[in-house]
C-alpha cells in the first residue's frame, strides 16, 4: 500500500469516525427534546412515565444495532401504548421521592435519637427506589409484550426492584450512569447542556447495559410471578 493510499484511508476512516460520533450527537439531542416534550404532554408529572418508556424503546433499538430508528414516531407510539401504567408509575415514584425528601427534612426539627432513626430509615427506602426506578422503563415496556394479563402497579416495582437487588453491579452502573452524568455537567461548568442532552447520554448508557447484562425473559413480570407461585 502506497503512502498516499494509506494516508487517504486514514482520513477517510477519521472523517467516518466524526461524522458517526456528530450523528450520534444528533440522535440524544432529538431524544432529550421528545423526551421533553412528551413529558410536558402528560402534564409533567404523568407524562414522565410514558416518555421515560418511549425515550427507553429508542435506546434500546440504538443498543441492538438499529440506527434508522424514528425517534419521534417510537416515542410517541410508545406513550400513547404505556400510558396507563407508565402514569401511574411516574406519579407514584415523584410521590415517594417527595415523600422521602420531605420526611428528611422534619425529621431535623426531631430529638437526636428519633431524627437519627428516621433519617435511616429514608435514607435505606431511597436506597431501594434508587435500585428499582433504572428498571422501570424496561420492565413495564417488555411487559406489554407478554402473553399475560396486564401487571399491576405494585408487581411493576416489585419486579423492578427483585432485578436491581438480583444485579447488583448493574444496578450501582445505572445509578452512576443517571446521578453521574448531571452532576458530571454541573461539576464542569456546562449546566447548560442539561437542557440539551441532560437525559439523552443516561439513557442510551443504561439501555446499553441492559440490553446486554439482561436477558429479556428475565424482565417479565410473568415470569417473575411463575417462579414465585
Excluded at 407478554?146 to 438480583?166: C, N, Q
Amino acid at each position: 500500500m502506497s503512502p498516499r493510499t494509506s494516508g487517504t484511508g486514514l482520513g477517510g476512516g477519521l472523517l467516518s469516525g466524526v461524522d458517526a460520533l456528530l450523528h450520534l450527537a444528533v440522535q440524544l439531542v432529538w431524544l432529550n427534546l421528545w423526551w421533553t416534550l412528551l413529558t410536558l404532554r402528560g402534564g409533567v408529572v404523568l407524562g414522565l412515565g410514558p416518555a421515560s418508556v418511549g425515550a427507553h424503546a429508542v435506546a434500546s433499538a440504538w443498543a441492538r444495532g438499529e440506527r434508522d430508528v424514528d425517534v419521534r414516531a417510537t416515542m410517541c407510539a410508545r406513550w400513547r401504548a404505556h400510558r396507563r401504567p407508565a402514569s401511574a408509575a411516574g406519579l407514584l415514584s415523584a410521590a415517594l421521592l417527595a415523600s422521602l425528601a420531605m420526611t428528611w427534612w422534619l425529621s431535623r426539627s426531631q430529638a437526636p435519637i428519633p431524627a437519627a432513626v428516621t433519617q435511616g430509615l429514608v435514607l435505606l427506602a431511597a436506597l431501594l427506589l434508587a435500585v428499582t426506578l433504572p428498571y422501570l422503563a424496561l420492565v413495564i415496556a417488555r411487559s406489554a409484550d407478554a402473553a399475560a394479563p396486564p401487571a399491576r402497579l405494585s408487581h411493576l416495582f416489585a419486579t423492578g426492584l427483585a432485578l436491581g437487588m438480583a444485579r447488583p453491579v448493574l444496578s450501582l452502573a445505572l445509578i452512576v450512569i443517571w446521578l453521574g452524568w448531571p452532576l458530571a455537567l454541573l461539576a464542569s461548568g456546562w449546566p447548560g447542556l442539561l437542557p440539551v442532552i441532560g437525559v439523552g447520554v443516561p439513557f442510551a448508557a443504561s439501555a446499553w447495559c441492559l440490553e446486554r447484562a439482561l436477558p429479556r425473559a428475565a424482565a417479565n413480570p410473568a415470569s417473575v410471578r411463575e417462579k414465585a407461585v
